[in-house]
């Protein structure tokens, strides 16, 4: 999993995409400024600039498989292939004996692949779009946020549809479905919080993308994604416990399969999590970003 490169033709659509945005909906270049124009306010300036972060979102998402003969098709594609590998070598090969496990998988990999994806994209895309922060005075944040909101789509368009799937193994789960809607948003406000973090700090210290990139990997392996928290050896487990992500993958197992720790303590701790998390991923991208232009 590799973030979009920072400069080359990619920049170069994006400088594109962005002049137009920023010219469809008259924002004012930068004379006199101090400091990004929702700095502090995050819920006033989604409300006040809403319509530049909808369209942000949309021309990320346009942009994400321009010349693809697929196109948004690779967002299903590429985590179902990789749930039927991973499922084969350790259904078959290695013996594993989980219920349902392709389902099991596909439960804990949607909503990694969007976490990952979001925080790769998001890191990169201050320095990218530099050339029209330079010109344009909006919002800052919804740069990260707007990389973030599209995968959200994709994680939704996902669940969307394999849901039939889980409806016909386990018909009971559609008492639960109303339950994912709020594990949604409080995963959503997570992955926010950890790319205003990641996005800001990649201004300053550009090997912030390469550690992500490995970070990743060891934290990919470290949340059960393909293996369930009764697999691990039982000293091991409060390791495993800390992992936030352990958390928010146990809230979708519990309401798509039923299982998983999906308990009304997990489910308000998560959520405690995800908004301490967002409030300190905001007010560190507000107190980097006067300093983003000189970084640029």
């Excluded at 920072?6 to 270049?29: C, I, W």
């Excluded at 004379?31 to 990320?60: D, Q």
Aim: net charge positive.
């Amino acid at each position: 999993m590799k973030g979009r490169a920072v400069g080359g033709a990619g920049s170069q659509r994006d400088k594109v995409l962005f002049n137009n945005t920023v010219q469809e909906y008259n924002l004012t270049l930068i004379t006199e400024r101090n400091g990004s124009e929702g700095t502090m306010n995050p819920i006033a300036t989604f409300f006040t600039k809403k319509e530049i972060l909808f369209k942000l979102v949309s021309k990320n998402l346009k942009g994400k498989y321009a010349g693809s003969s697929l196109g948004i098709l690779w967002a299903f594609i590429n985590p179902l292939l990789l749930a039927l590998i991973v499922g084969f070598v350790f259904t078959k090969i290695l013996k594993m004996n989980i219920e349902n496990f392709y389902l099991f998988i596909i439960a804990g990999l949607l909503p990694w692949t969007f976490l990952a994806t979001s925080l790769q994209e998001a890191a990169v895309s201050i320095p990218a779009h530099a050339s029209v922060l330079k010109q344009f005075s909006f919002p800052r944040e919804f740069i990260p946020l707007s990389c973030v909101l599209a995968n959200f789509i994709l994680l939704l368009l996902g669940l969307l549809t394999v849901l039939p799937v889980f409806i016909l193994i386990n018909a009971k789960i559609v008492l639960l479905l109303p339950c994912l809607v709020p594990v949604l948003l409080i995963h959503l406000m997570f992955a926010a919080g950890l790319s205003l973090v990641f996005s800001a700090t990649y201004v300053y210290f550009r090997d912030i993308g390469q550690l992500l990139n490995t970070l990743l990997i060891f934290w990919l392996w470290l949340t059960p994604v393909f293996y369930s928290m009764e697999m691990i050896p039982q000293g091991y487990r409060i390791l495993f416990a800390c992992n936030p992500m352990t958390l928010y993958i146990g809230l979708y197992r519990a309401v798509l399969l039923g299982t998983g720790n999906g308990t009304l303590v997990s489910f308000l701790t998560a959520a405690v999590l995800a908004l301490i998390l967002f409030i300190i991923g905001y007010k560190i991208f507000c107190g980097c970003e006067k300093d983003f232009l000189k970084r640029l």
